[in-house]
């Protein structure tokens, strides 16, 4: 449908953060078979439907591989797509940018995505169906979780731990060897010095938002 000579990628999702996942799958050397927009919503450039139509899809041979392109508006989204995925058995690439620095013995998940001038260091690990955006800096032994989203611009030094399904906003930066939990939400801009509990949220000051 729209650049690329390789495989045929269809994006789940339709919105913003798809349509970037659709230029890194170009950069990657993926074709773009289409886009899935949420059951009811308003029909745009690429969409050949919605998640309903992910069975019959499969079945037409409409796509080689899928991923998951919805943002951070709807996280809790995330592993429920990607599960579907792997229920149907389709295969879920990693797409790394071309002008990301991925250090030899780290290690990236499948279905996740690395964005232009990322950086993820020694010993470093990204789970599945992350999301690494621009010039975000990941570095030694950091682990980062299944599906946790990492927005433009985050630094976390070294030995930090993001769980899965955590958000890091833009700008963040997080000091050597904390851990952000589960479902954790860290503010844009926040500076990080201690543990966030699972489901917490910090402010922009690096405090959990609401304690003292």
Same mark, same amino acid.
């Given at each position: 449908?729209?650049?690329?000579?390789?495989?045929? %990628? %269809?994006?789940?999702?339709?919105g913003?953060?798809?349509?970037?996942?659709?230029?890194?799958?170009?950069a990657?050397g993926? !074709?773009?078979?289409? =886009?899935?927009?949420?059951r009811?919503?308003?029909?745009?450039?690429g969409?050949?439907?919605?998640?309903?139509?992910?069975?019959?899809?499969?079945?037409e041979r409409? =796509?080689?591989? +899928?991923? /998951?392109g919805?943002?951070?508006?709807?996280?809790a989204?995330?592993?429920?797509? =990607?599960?579907?995925?792997?229920?149907?058995?389709?295969?879920?690439?990693?797409? $790394?940018?071309?002008? +990301?620095?991925? !250090?030899? !013995?780290?290690?990236?998940?499948?279905?996740?995505?690395? =964005?232009?001038?990322?950086v /993820?260091?020694a010993? *470093?690990?990204?789970?599945?169906? &992350?999301?690494? @955006?621009?010039?975000?800096v990941i570095?030694?032994?950091?682990?980062?979780?299944?599906?946790? @989203?990492?927005?433009? #611009?985050?630094?976390?030094?070294?030995?930090?731990?993001?769980?899965?399904?955590?958000?890091?906003?833009a700008?963040?930066?997080? $000091?050597?060897?904390? /851990?952000?939990?589960?479902? &954790?939400?860290?503010?844009?801009? *926040?500076?990080v010095a201690?543990?966030?509990?699972?489901?917490?949220?910090?402010?922009g000051? #690096? &405090?959990p938002?609401?304690?003292s």
């Amino acid at each position: 449908m729209s650049g690329g000579t390789g495989r045929r %990628l %269809l994006v789940l999702g339709a919105g913003g953060h798809a349509r970037a996942v659709a230029d890194l799958a170009v950069a990657c050397g993926r !074709s773009i078979a289409g =886009f899935l927009g949420a059951r009811g919503a308003p029909a745009t450039a690429g969409v050949i439907g919605s998640d309903d139509d992910l069975v019959r899809l499969c079945a037409e041979r409409r =796509f080689d591989e +899928a991923i /998951v392109g919805v943002g951070n508006t709807a996280l809790a989204r995330r592993p429920e797509l =990607f599960a579907r995925l792997r229920e149907l058995g389709v295969p879920t690439p990693k797409l $790394v940018h071309p002008s +990301a620095v991925i !250090s030899p !013995s780290a290690t990236i998940g499948l279905g996740s995505a690395l =964005f232009p001038h990322a950086v /993820v260091g020694a010993e *470093a690990s990204v789970g599945e169906n &992350a999301v690494i @955006y621009s010039g975000s800096v990941i570095e030694h032994g950091c682990r980062i979780g299944d599906h946790a @989203y990492l927005a433009p #611009g985050v630094i976390l030094c070294g030995d930090v731990c993001v769980e899965a399904g955590a958000f890091v906003g833009a700008g963040a930066i997080v $000091v050597p060897g904390v /851990v952000i939990g589960k479902e &954790a939400v860290v503010s844009a801009g *926040a500076r990080v010095a201690r543990d966030v509990p699972a489901g917490g949220r910090v402010a922009g000051s #690096g &405090a959990p938002a609401g304690l003292s």
